[in-house]
């Protein structure tokens, strides 16, 4: 039998043969490579999940041959006060609890930030203009207020309290959220209030504000970071180093942080 291969193909037989030599040699090596992966595979899925990304992340907590905590992909807040995010996603933990410095329209903010506030509003009356803080300081109690009197509108109009509860949460932070309750934010106009001055009140400080550490916080096309719709009068300050970073880039206060996007809101 083995003549009659021969003269067919030589190579054939010889490989033929070897397959007989070494097939179970190769079947068990092939057996144990896919157990093998397998059971990586498993003990990866019922540690950690299939997130390809987790993993990476997990897999630069082993170092030096020590095991460290795992790296938290969660943002953590800066140390400087300047810089806190609150956002749907990084809500207030504990409510707001520093002073306030009252200001001429009754509004409020962080006296930390009133010496850069009111240098900014003397240049800008300076240069011809009107300013006029119409939002400052908002507490925790006022905002929930705020939500509750939005979803009662909704339902006058005939909404259902669920549905009148999404709408008004598409449109008021919920209580914890909103960057009013930090202190650190104001919603400017003109003292007529009117759209046009107004608007030279932002255009002013979209070009001005940096310098005295005031980003707007809500730019119309950077909605799906923020969160929140175009809101051309909400002016959060940072100081001035990282409001001239940030209004240089054309950024969010979310991407300077490094602070993942943040789901978008449902309308
Ligand atoms: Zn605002």
């Not at 979209?206 to 909605?223: C, L, Q």
Request: some cysteine; charged content about 35%.
């Amino acid at each position: 039998m083995a003549d009659t291969e021969k003269r067919k193909d030589p190579e054939k037989i010889g490989r033929g043969r070897m397959w007989r030599e070494y097939r179970n040699e190769v079947l068990a090596a092939l057996a144990i490579i896919v157990v093998v992966i397998g059971v990586a595979f498993w003990v990866n899925n019922f540690f950690y999940g299939f997130d390809p990304t987790e993993i990476a992340i997990r897999d630069t907590t082993v170092q030096n041959g020590e095991k460290k905590e795992p790296a938290k992909a969660e943002f953590k807040q800066s140390d400087d006060w300047r810089l806190i995010l609150v956002n749907r996603d990084h809500p207030l933990e504990e409510e707001y609890s520093g002073e306030l410095t009252e200001l001429r329209y009754g509004q409020s903010v962080d006296s930390r930030i009133y010496p850069d506030l009111q240098a900014m509003f003397d240049e800008m009356r300076a240069d011809g203009l009107s300013p006029k803080v119409s939002e400052g300081y908002r507490s925790r109690e006022d905002q929930a207020q705020k939500l509750s009197d939005k979803i009662e509108d909704y339902i006058s109009y005939g909404k259902s309290r669920e549905e009148a509860t999404e709408l008004a949460l598409a449109r008021v932070e919920e209580p914890g959220t909103c960057e009013h309750e930090t202190g650190m934010c104001v919603d400017i106009s003109s003292e007529e209030e009117d759209n046009e001055s107004s608007s030279e009140v932002w255009k002013w400080m979209d070009e001005n504000g940096s310098r005295y550490g005031f980003i707007k916080r809500y730019p119309y096309d950077k909605s799906d970071i923020t969160g929140i719709k175009g809101e051309p009068w909400h002016y959060r300050y940072v100081g001035a180093e990282a409001a001239e970073e940030i209004m240089e880039k054309g950024i969010t206060l979310e991407e300077y942080l490094g602070a993942a996007p943040r789901s978008g809101r449902s309308d």
